[in-house]
Nanobody, 114 residues
Framework: QVQLVESGGGLVQPGGSLRLSCTVS????????TGWYRQAAGKQRELVAR??????IYADSVKGRFTISRDNPKKTVYLQMNSLKPEDTAVYYC?????????WGQGTQVTGAS
């Protein structure tokens, strides 16, 4: 059973930074692509970034500002978010890629002050 626990969100001024963390269990972490997703109010959930042994891929809206990484021994995936904008405001989730639909966690709220 896949379990995901996100943390690290908060309120940040424009141009600020946050680092999100997600601990994962129930999968062979080092061999499973994982991703960060976000859902803004009134919008559909979208993929922000994903990481696999083949590399990383980012949504155009965050390219150059966000960095996804992972620590295999800790079974943790990170999202470093720099130069945050008000439009980055959303609940951020981690999951496998493609997502395991029964495994969505509570997410962590990121609010970019305007």
């Amino acid at each position: 059973q896949v379990q995901l626990v996100e943390s690290g969100g908060g309120l940040v001024q424009p141009g600020g930074s946050l680092r999100l963390s997600c601990t994962v269990s129930g999968i062979i972490f080092s061999m499973t692509p994982t991703g960060w997703y976000r859902q803004a109010a009134g919008k559909q959930r979208e993929l922000v970034a994903r990481i696999s042994n083949g590399g990383t891929i980012y949504a155009d809206s965050v390219k150059g500002r966000f960095t996804i990484s992972r620590d295999n021994p800790k079974k943790t995936v990170y999202l470093q978010m720099n130069s945050l904008k008000p439009e980055d405001t959303a609940v951020y989730y981690c999951n496998t890629y493609p997502p395991t639909h029964l495994a969505w966690g509570q997410g962590t709220q990121v609010t970019g002050a305007s």
